[in-house]
């Protein structure tokens, strides 16, 4: 980058940069290279530079310490269809990419709060006069009544009380047209698990699904762990993509994992292959108390801990990792708790059940189900905590899945539940487990696809989640950044380590001085110097702002005066 940057004397319309009518499909704003744009005739001086940033997609951190509540880098604030102005759904073609478990089970429970925020969703924009193009995948395996597309249509149709034309363009490989569209409101198209170009996110195989799109919805949260041409690919070739009510209810119940107000916090974990699970085993015991191991993985915690187990309970490669984690937990203070006690069976007499301590078990006994001892110390915590997440079947070894241990569990949670105690349930086979014993789940955050939130809990960015547009929330309060927050501002694109910035504000003091830069840890070192300094007219903002910048602008309450961009790789900014 060129230490001294070149002013480009180019005039931006403010009513564009505050207005979301923007054309179609049109993206391109700010060119590359290093650049200012003086907005109505405000002269600066410029003078040094800023560190290059050479990889503008190294980091996503899209957040401000104005909103500061935990929130994690992989769960970036984005657009929601709540939050998008309706008028600018008139019209609109909009792909909504659905969940088929939630719309096309063979059971559709519409009391359940997944099902009805799917089906508001549709509902939301077709009332909004929005023409709708609805894709998903399917299997007969959830509903053996999914013959075809057009089955599905049916029963689509029958569900939203709209009618639901099934569409064959995927198969044609030949893009929608705009006259095609004019049949009919809401259109199906084919079952996207029989192309393989979905899974590989092929980028014309993504245009085809886009052609004629203007707005994706995504709602279906499930496949956010993903990169699918629905989800990520599709988003490229539309305008605007945004969270449908569906996909936002259940980033809203994976970010209160995250949050530890409420204590004491407790996780309850099953399942195996600890080695693949250890990064988001470190992060729920960087944030609970207690760690409560129910299933396979329980068997390398012990091992860690220096009890002998039988060796056909050890998982491969597994031990380095166990004992990091007990080491971490022990450094933070967190119980970690294992199984006392196992039902277990004979394996030549299948029949016979016995309970052995669990340091105990004899090497013809394999365990199935947790003991009387152990359950009497999971509900001693359980009892103990205002929050819990329970993640993960209670299931050892090749055992099928206990059933008694996890319905006693299930049944510590159901009380639990009514003594303000805030639980998630993780994974299908909880949720069920849960909904038998208490007929509802309208006591718990219910997160079903568990891959989704371990994928989370490694805090890995969801490229579901990422492929939106990351846009700020509206009410930001900017009397919080800046002593007078009337003053015409300056946005600085790609502020780096805040020099620019932080000389320009001494200069200027009857300017606000922004910077947006996308290193998070740029950004926090950027805050502090401005507090030390005392200077109260320059802020920084952790951001993208390839997809932010229009909705942070948008909400200043004084005037723009000036855009610069200090990043050499800078296209796109503004759609």
Known sequence: MSPVLKTVQTTLSLNKLSSRNYPRKEKKLLQHGSCSFPINNVQLSFQGGLEVVSNVNSSHKEKTCLYDDGELEALPHV???????????????????????????GKLDLSSLSASKALYTIKYLHECGAKMILVSEWSRKINPKLLDAQAVADILSSVLQLKVIALRCISCKSPLRREDLQKADIFLLENLSEYKEEVANCSKFAELLSSEVDILVND??????????????????????????????????????????????????????????????????????????????????????????????????????????????????????????F?????????????????GVSASWLPVDLGPRSLEEIYSLVTNSKKIIWIGPVKF????????????????????????????????????????????????????????????????KLPGVMSLNRAYPFEIDWSVAYHDASQPLVVDIGSGNGLFIMG?????????FLGLEI???????????????????????????????????????GELVLVSVQVEHAAKVVN
């Open 504 to 512: 320009m504000a001494q200069n200027r003091k009857d300017l606000n």
């Open 519 to 557: 290193n998070g840890k740029l950004v926090r070192r950027c805050l502090d110097s401005v507090h030390q300094s005392g200077i109260r007219n320059a802020y920084f903002i952790g951001s993208n702002a390839t997809t932010t910048f229009r909705s942070i602008v948008s909400s200043y309450p």
């Open 79 to 105: 657009q929601t269809l709540r939050e998008f102005p309706q008028e600018e759904l008139v019209a609109k073609v909009v792909m909504v990419r659905f969940d088929s478990t939630i719309l096309l089970g």
């Open 343 to 359: 039902w277990c069976t004979n394996q030549h007499l299948p029949t016979e059940l016995e309970v052995f301590p669990a340091h």
């Open 220 to 341: 279906s949260f499930c496949q956010s762990h993903k990169v699918l041409a629905s989800t990520v690919g599709v988003a490229r070739f539309c305008y605007a993509s945004m969270a449908g009510f569906s996909f936002e209810e259940n980033l809203h119940q994976l970010k209160k994992i995250a949050k530890t107000k409420k204590k004491p916090y407790l996780a309850v974990i099953g399942g195996g292959n600890l080695k693949s699970k250890a990064a988001a085993l470190q992060f729920l015991a960087s944030r609970c108390d207690a760690l409560v191991f129910v299933g396979q993985m329980s068997f390398q915690i012990m091992r860690a801990l220096g009890h002998s187990i039988p060796t056909n309970l050890v998982e491969r490669d597994a031990r380095k990792a166990a004992l990091d984690i007990v080491q971490f937990a022990h450094d933070k203070n967190v119980l970690m708790s294992y199984p006392k006690d």
């Open 397 to 460: 070894s090749s055992s099928k899945p206990c059933t008694v241990g996890t319905s006693k569990l299930a049944q510590m949670l159901c009380k639990q539940s009514q003594c303000e105690c805030e639980i998630t349930i993780v994974g299908s086979t909880a949720c069920e487990v849960i909904k038998n014993e208490s007929n509802s789940l309208s006591s718990f955050n219910v997160l079903e696809n568990a891959s989704v939130v371990w994928e989370f809990l490694k805090e890995q």
